[in-house]
T-cell receptor
Framework: GQQVMQIPQYQHVQEGEDFTTYCNSS?????IQWYKQRPGGHPVFLIQLVKSGEVKKQKRLTFQFGEAKKNSSLHITATQTTDVGTYFCAVHNFNKFYFGSGTKLNVKP | DADVTQTPRNRITKTGKRIMLECSQT?????MYWYRQDPGLGLRLIYYSFDVKDINKGEISDGYSVSRQAQAKFSLSLESAIPNQTALYFCATCRTGGTDTQYFGPGTRLTVL
């Protein structure tokens, strides 16, 4: 099945620092989704990207889809303690969703 | 998402026992999914269903079965639980022709001793 590799597995930052997680595939992706899971919670949909080179912003979060549609990134500017959680990328392909292994973000106040 | 509920929220059972996890949704979505989450492995698809009469295997269906009793209900069964099925289980819904957004339930933490 579709595989997406996500790095890093963990990231510890000081509050106010930036954070980026990356999702990579060896094959061309039709789309990429991003989810956030707070500690003890369930995944919550953030965004979907479908176009080559697409960039979307949600306040301090910037999502990018690579030109070749083989990679994507989520960048958080000036992290806050409310950003703590695990961020997952996912691909919707042939009626199934394939998730990356997630990046767990810890923000020290 | 409160529109997707799962019962039980926590369950401890013994090896060999039959377990059923239930999922209900009031979102009116036709598609429903069962995932398991293990530390460092993300979410892996167990089964999915696009309609009451439609059941499809996911990546890791061995040892599991499902039942779509109604459009709003999708149950996951472990016929004979084993310790490596200890995990966090999530149900999710999605609407055909929508934005491909999945809405997840709160999860069921299952421990098999």
């Amino acid at each position: 099945g579709q595989q997406v590799m996500q790095i890093p597995q963990y990231q510890h930052v000081q509050e106010g620092e930036d954070f980026t997680t990356y999702c990579n595939s060896s094959t061309t992706l039709s789309n990429i989704q991003w989810y956030k899971q707070r500690p003890g919670g369930h995944p919550v949909f953030l965004i979907q990207l479908v176009k080559s080179g697409e960039v979307k912003k949600q306040k301090r979060l910037t999502f990018q889809f690579g030109e070749a549609k083989k990679n994507s990134s989520l960048h958080i500017t000036a992290t806050q303690t409310t950003d703590v959680g695990t961020y997952f990328c996912a691909v919707h392909n042939f009626n199934k969703f394939y998730f990356g292994s997630g990046t767990k973000l810890n923000v020290k106040p | 998402d409160a529109d997707v509920t799962q019962t039980p929220r926590n369950r401890i059972t013994k090896t060999g026992k039959r377990i059923m996890l239930e999922c209900s949704q009031t979102k009116g979505h036709d598609r429903m999914y069962w995932y398991r989450q293990d530390p460092g492995l993300g979410l892996r698809l167990i089964y999915y269903s696009f309609d009451v009469k439609d059941i499809n295997k996911g990546e890791i269906s061995d040892g599991y079965s499902v039942s779509r009793q109604a459009q709003a209900k999708f149950s996951l069964s472990l016929e004979s639980a084993i310790p490596n099925q200890t995990a966090l289980y999530f149900c999710a819904t999605c609407r055909t022709g929508g934005t491909d957004t999945q809405y997840f339930g709160p999860g069921t933490r299952l421990t098999v001793l």
